[in-house]
């Protein structure tokens, strides 16, 4: 019984967060700590990730923590709560309230789901422009976890008990900090005069493709005349039979949610899917006009604001583009390029903050099958600043997309229109990362090559507007002029 009591006094001051610093409408007389605790945390939770874990793991946090201090996704968006939040953090900081200063200061976020579930909170953090965002922890409650896999979290659902809980919240305290570069997408094709282009998502995700939709007309990229879709990525974006597998899955989930309880049977019916694809038979039963050379041309940007023709090898059906070494469950495409590739083909090693993109080719699922082997890697065709695809009529109508685990079906074009899908450097945020993680800094004075790492900060962002530096997943934060913040109630 004491160390139960033992137990849950170090959880609070460690982890807790007063009430009267989350809700601002709080009672006066509400919880307050002697001291800052050591790692403030807002977790987030997605209740529907991970069959019942979710909502198993979100009242194990709640029981552990203030109530306050975790939130379901499925009841109020991240953006609404860490906006009312540093409003009210702000109110109290202009106060003279110094422990709210500390608990900003200090704060990390958890969140729990699959990596579309993280990625919007990644999106949300990015937009709304925090003058100290938080570090991210990710919990892996999805079918690939690609995210958590590669900066130490692990890829297998955890476990939903209290001790499981603790032992979670103890790495995160111990975690150290990485960053990770954030990507753009944009996608512009001009509004057809019959049918539509617009991406169109499966049955159903996590949340409705969150991770890419139209601009609003008042958006700085909106064109007359133009269908414009924006949206960004932290781990993969992915083009061809990967992205058509993975909507069949989702499609499928929807129609049959009961039988998408668990993440190993999740698995298993993944590669029953990718059977049914023809993603294992592709030269038999995959038009080679569905191919990615056929579809589109490709053209990378190595230097800054220099764009070149990209070769694809005409038996490439799927292209990969990758920010970290973790992608279908933590494999990794890119691999290592020994001493010769460096020096001959200019290739690096995958790191998560150099401002480069590895874009990888699979001829099928078979090729896909090296990634097993200690040094298997896929096709690599280069490494970018930038990539751009352009999309014209041909003999296929449509291809499949996906970022972050989110997929789609593209449409194409039937006239003589093109469709241009574009990704570009963005930025960085802040990861939360085990010591012994997959992801590696080009910073890292162990690394051999960081000696080599160029600022890709510099130039690039200073040529780029402020709308183009967002994923449009939240308003920036901000007081509003109008409003003496010492007089906020």
């Given at each position: 019984?004491?160390?139960?009591?033992?137990?849950?006094?170090?959880?609070?001051?460690?982890?807790?967060?007063?009430?009267?610093?989350?809700?601002?409408?709080?009672?006066?007389?509400?919880?307050?700590?002697?001291?800052?605790?050591?790692?403030?945390?807002?977790?987030?939770?997605?209740?529907?990730?991970?069959?019942?874990?979710?909502?198993?793991?979100?009242?194990?946090?709640?029981?552990?923590?203030?109530?306050?201090?975790?939130?379901?996704?499925?009841?109020?968006?991240p953006d609404s709560v860490l906006r009312r939040l540093y409003l009210n953090i702000e109110r109290?900081?202009?106060?003279?309230?110094?422990?709210?200063?500390?608990?900003?200061?200090?704060?990390?976020?958890?969140?729990?789901g699959g990596d579309g579930t993280a990625g919007w909170l990644l999106g949300v953090v990015s937009d709304l422009k925090l003058s100290q965002p938080p570090p991210i922890a990710t919990v892996p409650l999805g079918t690939g976890n690609n995210l958590p896999f590669a900066f130490g979290w692990g890829k297998k659902n955890p476990g939903t008990d209290l001790n499981s809980v603790i032992s979670f919240l103890k790495q995160v305290m111990n975690a150290k900090e990485m960053k990770m570069d954030s990507w753009h997408i944009l996608m512009r094709m001009r509004a057809p005069k019959v049918g539509s282009c617009d991406?169109?998502?499966?049955?159903?995700?996590?949340?409705?493709?969150?991770?890419?939709?139209?601009?609003?007309?008042?958006?700085?990229l909106n064109v007359e005349g133009f269908h414009t879709f924006r949206g960004g990525f932290w781990n993969y974006f992915s083009?061809?039979?990967?992205?058509?597998?993975?909507?069949?899955?989702?499609?499928?989930?929807?129609?049959?949610?009961?039988?998408?309880?668990?993440?190993?049977?999740?698995?298993?019916?993944?590669?029953?899917?990718?059977?049914?694809?023809?993603?294992?038979?592709?030269?038999?039963?995959?038009?080679?006009?569905?191919?990615?050379?056929?579809?589109?041309?490709?053209?990378?940007?190595?230097?800054?604001?220099?764009?070149?023709?990209?070769?694809?090898p005409p038996s490439v059906r799927s292209i990969v583009c990758l920010n970290l070494p973790s992608f279908s469950g933590g494999l990794n495409p890119w691999g290592t390029p020994n001493s010769n590739k460096r020096r001959y083909r200019d290739l690096t090693p995958p790191f998560v903050d150099d401002g480069l993109l590895e874009v990888v080719g699979f001829r099928d699922a078979w090729h896909g099958l090296v990634l097993l082997a200690p040094k298997g890697h896929g096709t690599r065709l280069?490494?970018?600043?930038?990539?751009r695809f352009e999309f014209q009529k041909g003999a296929a109508d449509h291809t499949f997309m996906r970022i972050d685990g989110e997929p789609w079906k593209q449409p194409l074009p039937d006239n003589d229109d093109t469709v241009v899908v574009e990704?570009?450097?963005?930025?960085?945020?802040?990861?939360?990362?085990?010591?012994?993680?997959?992801?590696?800094?080009?910073?890292?004075?162990?690394?051999?090559?960081?000696?080599?790492?160029?600022?890709?900060?510099?130039?690039?962002?200073?040529?780029?507007?402020?709308?183009?530096?967002?994923?449009?997943?939240?308003?920036?934060?901000?007081?509003?002029?109008?409003?003496?913040?010492?007089?906020?109630?």
């Amino acid at each position: 019984m004491a160390d139960s009591e033992s137990e849950h006094n170090n959880i609070h001051r460690d982890f807790y967060i007063p009430t009267y610093i989350l809700a601002p409408n709080a009672s006066s007389n509400s919880l307050r700590l002697p001291d800052v605790p050591t790692c403030p945390v807002l977790v987030f939770v997605n209740s529907k990730s991970g069959g019942q874990l979710g909502g198993e793991l979100l009242r194990t946090f709640r029981h552990l923590l203030n109530k306050y201090q975790v939130f379901d996704l499925g009841d109020e968006a991240p953006d609404s709560v860490l906006r009312r939040l540093y409003l009210n953090i702000e109110r109290l900081k202009g106060n003279g309230d110094h422990f709210a200063a500390e608990i900003e200061e200090r704060m990390r976020i958890i969140v729990a789901g699959g990596d579309g579930t993280a990625g919007w909170l990644l999106g949300v953090v990015s937009d709304l422009k925090l003058s100290q965002p938080p570090p991210i922890a990710t919990v892996p409650l999805g079918t690939g976890n690609n995210l958590p896999f590669a900066f130490g979290w692990g890829k297998k659902n955890p476990g939903t008990d209290l001790n499981s809980v603790i032992s979670f919240l103890k790495q995160v305290m111990n975690a150290k900090e990485m960053k990770m570069d954030s990507w753009h997408i944009l996608m512009r094709m001009r509004a057809p005069k019959v049918g539509s282009c617009d991406p169109v998502a499966p049955l159903e995700l996590p949340h409705s493709l969150h991770a890419f939709h139209r601009v609003s007309l008042s958006d700085e990229l909106n064109v007359e005349g133009f269908h414009t879709f924006r949206g960004g990525f932290w781990n993969y974006f992915s083009m061809g039979m990967d992205a058509q597998v993975s909507y069949a899955f989702h499609s499928e989930r929807k129609m049959n949610p009961d039988k998408f309880k668990n993440q190993l049977v999740n698995q298993s019916s993944y590669l029953k899917l990718g059977c049914t694809q023809g993603w294992f038979f592709a030269p038999l039963v995959h038009p080679s006009s569905k191919n990615i050379a056929q579809l589109t041309k490709v053209k990378i940007m190595k230097k800054q604001g220099e764009w070149q023709d990209l070769h694809i090898p005409p038996s490439v059906r799927s292209i990969v583009c990758l920010n970290l070494p973790s992608f279908s469950g933590g494999l990794n495409p890119w691999g290592t390029p020994n001493s010769n590739k460096r020096r001959y083909r200019d290739l690096t090693p995958p790191f998560v903050d150099d401002g480069l993109l590895e874009v990888v080719g699979f001829r099928d699922a078979w090729h896909g099958l090296v990634l097993l082997a200690p040094k298997g890697h896929g096709t690599r065709l280069a490494q970018a600043h930038g990539i751009r695809f352009e999309f014209q009529k041909g003999a296929a109508d449509h291809t499949f997309m996906r970022i972050d685990g989110e997929p789609w079906k593209q449409p194409l074009p039937d006239n003589d229109d093109t469709v241009v899908v574009e990704i570009s450097h963005l930025g960085q945020v802040k990861m939360l990362a085990t010591h012994d993680c997959r992801a590696k800094s080009i910073h890292d004075p162990t690394s051999q090559f960081s000696h080599d790492a160029d600022e890709v900060d510099s130039d690039e962002e200073n040529s780029v507007t402020e709308e183009r530096r967002k994923f449009g997943a939240a308003d920036t934060f901000k007081i509003p002029d109008e409003v003496d913040v010492s007089s906020l109630s």
